[in-house]
């Protein structure tokens, strides 16, 4: 089993920045790898970003790609998703998720944080 708690979510005006949290417990952390989501309303749940257990391979959706930075600190069994340049159509509820192999989800999901991108 983990446990997944994401944080960090919030308004943030488009053009500017925010940082998305997401501390791991249970299961091995550091072995796992590691992937965000996200759902707006209306819409089915989407890739977004993931990243190896080692930190060493990312994968990004085409539409954050450029904007958006996966990264992990298995010190702190911590995953970010840094959104720069984050555009309304970027307002959705983030979801963490571990368990998958690169971008192909796992069964652990954390419970989400709101984002929300005013213009």
């Known amino acids: 089993q983990v446990q997944l708690v994401e944080s960090g979510g919030g308004l943030v005006q488009a053009g500017g920045s925010l940082r998305l949290s997401c501390a791991a417990s249970?299961?091995?952390?550091?072995?796992?790898?590691m992937g965000w989501y996200r759902q707006a309303p209306g819409k089915e749940r989407e890739f977004v970003a993931a990243?190896?257990?080692?930190?060493?391979?990312?994968y990004y959706a085409h539409s954050v790609k450029g904007r958006f930075t996966i990264s992990r600190d298995n010190a702190k069994n911590t995953v970010y998703l840094q959104k720069n340049s984050p555009e309304p159509e970027d307002t959705a509820n983030y979801y963490c998720?571990?368990?998958?192999?690169?971008?192909?989800?796992?069964?652990?999901w954390g419970q989400g944080t709101q984002v929300t991108v005013s213009s």
């Open positions: 249970g299961r091995t952390f550091s072995s796992n790898d």
């Open positions: 990243i190896s257990w080692s930190g060493g391979s990312t």
């Open positions: 998720n571990a368990g998958g192999i690169a971008t192909n989800r796992g069964d652990y």
